[in-house]
């Protein structure tokens, strides 16, 4: 599995994605029952609200070889303040209908 992992951009600077990291080389949370190596292939962030950014983001690393894009749960559950962002499902679909059905979107980590 190649990842590229899209971060909240509001909490990048209280969260340095070190628990993203440890449920992917663990094999933990979202990434439970992977069989094969996780490979990071890019970190990025949103881009800020309302998250535009985040679908040319997700092609840019599908075009330098992640066959699957997380969105990190700062952006879906709102980790660490409990804030999930309010525009996810927007930013989930416009991401699918940019970079196609056979690139796998995981909308958390851990």
């Known amino acids: 599995m190649k990842v ?3 971060r909240c951009m509001q909490t990048e600077d209280m969260c340095p994605a070190t628990t993203c990291f440890k449920a992917m ?3 933990k949370c979202a990434f439970d029952g992977v069989e ?4 990071v292939i890019g970190v990025t ?3 800020g609200c309302p998250g535009k950014k985040a679908v040319t983001r997700a092609e840019m690393m599908v ?3 992640a066959d699957t894009i997380v ?3 700062c952006i879906t559950k709102g980790n660490p303040i409990g804030i ?5 499902e927007q930013m989930k679909t416009a991401i699918k209908n940019r970079i196609g ?3 796998r979107i995981i909308d958390y980590t851990h």
């Open 25 to 27: 080389k663990n094999k």
């Open 45 to 47: 962030t949103c881009g």
């Open 63 to 65: 075009k330098r070889g």
């Open 36 to 39: 094969e190596d996780i490979e």
């Open 84 to 88: 999930p962002c309010p525009n996810v």
């Open 4 to 6: 590229g992992l899209i």
């Open 71 to 73: 969105l990190a749960s």
């Open 101 to 103: 059905n056979d690139i």
